[in-house]
Nanobody, 126 residues
Framework: QVQLVESGGGLVQAGGSRRLSCAAS????????MGWFRQAPGKEREFAAA????????NYADSVKGRFTISRDNAKNTVYLQMNSLKPEDTAVYYC???????????????????WGQGTQVTVSS
């Protein structure tokens, strides 16, 4: 099994930045696509960003495009989400996920997801 542990959440003012990290362990493979989803209170979990196993391809939700950047370090089995120009509507629990043999596009449609992290809270104050 793959274990995912997110970190980096917290309270940030609108317009500020935050970087989330997600470390994979266990039976993690570098051939996993990795991604971030988020869930705001009272809403369904939604896709935010994903990256292919080799880091070549990325995919973003329209709501975060141009503000968030996903990257990964395969030597550390870690994926990052750099969040800039944060808005109050970005407030959510952010979840990391992996998908074996999937593309970044696949992850946006939740195809092939085989593990989820426990989530990290990001709160953006206005």
């Amino acid at each position: 099994q793959v274990q995912l542990v997110e970190s980096g959440g917290g309270l940030v003012q609108a317009g500020g930045s935050r970087r989330l990290s997600c470390a994979a362990s266990g039976r993690a493979r570098v051939t996993y696509a990795m991604g971030w989803f988020r869930q705001a209170p009272g809403k369904e979990r939604e896709f935010a960003a994903a990256i292919s196993w080799d880091g070549v391809s990325t995919n973003y939700a329209d709501s975060v495009k141009g503000r968030f950047t996903i990257s990964r370090d395969n030597a550390k089995n870690t994926v990052y989400l750099q969040m800039n120009s944060l808005k109050p509507e970005d407030t959510a629990v952010y979840y990391c996920a992996t998908a074996y043999g999937a593309t970044a596009q696949d992850m946006s449609m939740r195809r092939g997801i085989n593990a989820w992290g426990q989530g990290t809270q990001v709160t953006v104050s206005s």
